[in-house]
Every structure is written in structure tokens, then in C-alpha cells.
T-cell receptor
Framework: GDSVTQMEGPVTLSEEAFLTINCTYTATGYPSLFWYVQYPGEGLQLLLKATKADDKGSNKGFEATYRKETTSFHLEKGSVQVSDSAVYFCALGNMYSGGGADGLTFGKGTHLIIQP | NAGVTQTPKFRILKIGQSMTLQCTQDMNHNYMYWYRQDPGMGLKLIYYSVGAGITDKGEVPNGYNVSRSTTEDFPLRLELAAPSQTSVYFC?????????????FGPGTRLTVT
């Protein structure tokens, strides 16, 4: 079945540092890829998405490019802020996975801590 | 818009007790979902619904039941609570179709079964 693997956390960075959170996936067909963010005490929010190979999703200074050749969707930000501290989930949605389920397949999440 | 609301926020159950987790959305979304999030793990789909009167099992449905009598509400029922059901439960909704994967999440219900 489909699966998502992302780097383990916590990841601790200083403010204004460059961020990369790695995400790779296994899926049949042509999944859509997503990054969701969960701030403390809240539900998940969609951060960005890409629906086909070579698409780049971007939002709030974060970017991720759908790389089919390496089955990856790494999240990057050039200069992180304390307010970016949260848990980040890589996820995929795949209408080709069969079974009828229409939900997302999530990675385990990466806890990001930004220190002033 | 309130978005997706869930009640209660926290609950402690004894083994064998029953309860219903409530979920309501005011975005007129057709699709609704229930996920559980265990510590250090991603979310896993319990049940989903593509419209009023239509529900289907996700990856981990055992021990749960759902109903969808209206577009707005999608309650999750635990009949005989077990310690393995200790988790954080998230309800989500989406427009469906090609936008079904852009899901809007509620704040979650933290359930402890002892």
C-alpha cells in the first residue's frame, strides 16, 4: 500500500536558519502530495500542495517540489521564524490506491523547534 | 465560519464505557473524515463519508461506528472502549471530488481509556 516517510524529529534550528524537512513516498499511480502543519493545541492546516510531477507548491515562504524520479517532496524555507515552530506532516492522496478509501496517507510528522 | 468543530476537547473513559465524539462543519462540504493520531505516529483514517447517508471504512475501523444523517454532522461512536483506543481524534471535511484531499481539520478530541 501507499506510505510516506519523513525525517524524525525534533528538529531544532535558530531563527533565520535554512530549513529542510525530507519526505519520500511509495505509491502506485500519480498521487497528489501535501504538507500539513499542526500548531500546538490545534488541528492540522494545509500548508501547500502539488498535484503532478515537477509542480512546486508554496505558501508562507515554504516550498516543496514534487519529484517523481526520486519519489520525494521535501519541505524548504529560506529563513525560519519562531512562529514556524509546529509539527509538519507530509501526506499523499491517491485515487489509484484502490480499496475505496478517500483519505490521506500521512507520515509520522516532524516536530520543528525554532529558537530565538 | 466556525469551520470544523469537535466536542468534547478531552475525555477520560473507563474500559467498556461508550461515548460519541461530535463533529460539525459549516462549510457545506460533502466529504467528512475521522482520523486518529497516536503518539509519534501519523494520522490514520477510521471512517469517511462522501455525503449524507453514505459512510465507508478507512484503514482502522474496528471498534468504531459512524453515521451521517445530515451534511453538517458526522459523529463517531465508541461502543466498548478499550485502552488501545486512547488517542487524539480528528474530524476533517473537504469539498470532495478533485479537491477531496484539501481537508479542513477540527481541533481534536483527546481521549484516554483507563
Amino acid at each position: 500500500g501507499d506510505s510516506v516517510t519523513q525525517m524524525e524529529g525534533p528538529v531544532t534550528l535558530s531563527e533565520e536558519a535554512f530549513l529542510t524537512i525530507n519526505c519520500t513516498y511509495t505509491a502506485t499511480g500519480y498521487p497528489s502530495l501535501f504538507w500539513y502543519v499542526q500548531y500546538p493545541g490545534e488541528g492540522l492546516q494545509l500548508l501547500l500542495k502539488a498535484t503532478k510531477a515537477d509542480d512546486k507548491g508554496s505558501n508562507k515562504g515554504f516550498e516543496a517540489t514534487y519529484r517523481k524520479e526520486t519519489t520525494s517532496f521535501h519541505l524548504e524555507k529560506g529563513s525560519v521564524q519562531v512562529s514556524d515552530s509546529a509539527v509538519y506532516f507530509c501526506a499523499l492522496g491517491n485515487m489509484y490506491s484502490g480499496g475505496g478509501a478517500d483519505g490521506l496517507t500521512f507520515g509520522k510528522g516532524t516536530h520543528l523547534i525554532i529558537q530565538p | 465560519n466556525a469551520g470544523v468543530t469537535q466536542t468534547p476537547k478531552f475525555r477520560i473513559l473507563k474500559i467498556g464505557q461508550s461515548m460519541t465524539l461530535q463533529c460539525t462543519q459549516d462549510m457545506n462540504h460533502n466529504y467528512m473524515y475521522w482520523y486518529r493520531q497516536d503518539p509519534g505516529m501519523g494520522l490514520k483514517l477510521i471512517y469517511y463519508s462522501v455525503g449524507a447517508g453514505i459512510t465507508d471504512k478507512g484503514e482502522v475501523p474496528n471498534g468504531y461506528n459512524v453515521s451521517r444523517s445530515t451534511t453538517e454532522d458526522f459523529p463517531l461512536r465508541l461502543e466498548l472502549a478499550a485502552p488501545s483506543q486512547t488517542s487524539v481524534y480528528f474530524c476533517a471535511s473537504s469539498h470532495g471530488g478533485r479537491d477531496s484531499y484539501e481537508q479542513y481539520f477540527g481541533p481534536g478530541t483527546r481521549l484516554t481509556v483507563t
